[in-house]
């Protein structure tokens, strides 16, 4: 059993260059989100979806793209990448997103950084 | 102020220490408390999960929630080297969409 799985797990990228990072998980879970982590900032929410075909907003959502065709992927697209989106990216899943089904699993991130 | 505060440390101690990590939250609607561990180089991973106030045990791990005073705490009895990670607290009103994460406390167990 995967779990969550987030590729690559290292990029590079130039300043104003675009890509996508990649999950998916293999638990049927309807809850998917994105986080950028960052020293001292701790966990911060980027997107979210309740299911296929329905995303939203997080905290801090600009410069970044989502959308959920399927139960199992959700994908996180940079527009035009900055070097303030220097982070480590973690993707998660949940059974739900309200009660004990809100425990959320993490993959193992992509550590992503804009020249 | 911010609405979780978490202590970031690092806090080091000796193997067999007891260990407490403690946050303070002041959004009233929490009502789902959660510890994540988190080892370099991976995602976090949960490790308690507690709902309302009280005590909740779990081998070495306890997590205790105190609602009255905004606080939840994790206490680890006799710790370990590979107890040594970051640990965050989380919480979840139940009717916002999200999790609430501290900042984490980075623990290092010595030999």
């Known amino acids: 059993n995967a779990g969550v799985t987030q590729t690559p797990k290292f990029q590079v990228l130039k300043t104003g260059q675009s890509m996508t990072l990649q999950c998916a998980q293999d638990?049927?879970?309807?809850?998917m989100s994105w986080y950028r982590q960052d020293p001292g900032m701790g966990l911060r929410l980027i997107h979210y979806?309740?299911?296929?075909?329905?995303?939203d907003q997080g905290e801090v959502p600009n410069g970044y793209n989502v959308s959920r065709s399927t139960t199992e992927d959700f994908p996180l697209r940079l527009l035009s990448a900055a070097p303030s989106q220097t982070s480590v990216y973690f993707c998660?899943?949940?059974?739900?997103?309200?009660?004990?089904?809100?425990?959320?699993?993490f993959g193992d991130g992509t550590r992503l950084s804009i020249l | 102020q911010k609405e979780v505060e978490q202590d970031p440390g690092p806090l080091s101690v000796p193997e067999g220490a007891i260990v407490s990590l403690n946050c303070t939250y002041s959004?009233?609607?929490?009502?789902?408390f959660m510890w994540y561990r988190q080892y370099s180089r991976k995602g976090p991973e949960l490790l308690m999960y507690?709902?309302?106030?009280g005590n909740k045990e779990d081998g070495r791990f306890t997590a205790q929630v105190d609602k009255s005073s905004k606080y939840i705490s994790l206490f680890i009895r006799d710790s370990q080297p590979s107890d040594s990670a970051t640990y965050l607290c989380?919480?979840?009103?139940?009717?916002?969409?999200?999790?609430?994460f501290g900042s984490g406390t980075q623990l290092t167990v010595l030999p």
């Open positions: 998660a899943s949940s059974y739900s997103y309200s009660g004990q089904g809100a425990a959320q699993h």
């Open positions: 638990m049927n879970h309807e809850y």
């Open positions: 979806s309740v299911g296929a075909g329905i995303t």
């Open positions: 959004n009233s609607a929490f009502q789902y």
């Open positions: 507690t709902y309302s106030s």
């Open positions: 989380a919480f979840s009103s139940g009717s916002a969409r999200q999790l609430t």
